[in-house]
């Protein structure tokens, strides 16, 4: 079992910065990739960006040039950087890994989130 917790989130104003930060703990070794995800109200859940073990991101189309994802292999932490925030950008944001199957399966672990909301 892997354990996430995150950290950062809160309220900021259009056009601020947050950065969110995702511990891993328990069977890290298992993990192959990790990311972030974020569900608005009355929204689906969407993926915001995915990073693998070997630094491979991808990115939603419209975080792209705003966001950027990271890890600390040494800490075991993941990391989303969050720029020119935008009020499109308010939910309560997920961290997620997954194991060597997650491109097909999806991600396995979840953490229990973090709201994040940018006023206009």
């Known amino acids: 079992q892997v354990q996430l917790l995150e950290s950062g989130g809160g309220l900021v104003q259009a056009g601020g910065s947050l950065r969110l930060s995702c511990a891993a703990s328990g069977s890290i070794f298992t993990i192959n990739a990790m990311g972030w995800y974020r569900q608005a109200p009355g929204k689906q859940r969407e993926l915001v960006a995915t990073?693998?073990?070997?630094?491979?991101?991808n990115y939603k189309d419209s975080v792209k040039g705003r966001f950027t994802i990271s890890r600390d292999n040494v800490q075991n932490t993941v990391y989303v950087q969050m720029t020119s925030l935008k009020p499109e950008d308010t939910a309560v944001y997920y961290c997620?890994?997954?194991?060597?199957?997650?491109?097909?399966?999806?991600?396995?672990?979840w953490g229990k989130g973090t709201l994040v909301t940018v006023s206009s």
């Open positions: 990073i693998t073990n070997g630094g491979s991101t």
């Open positions: 997620a890994a997954g194991d060597g199957s997650w491109w097909s399966n999806g991600m396995k672990y």
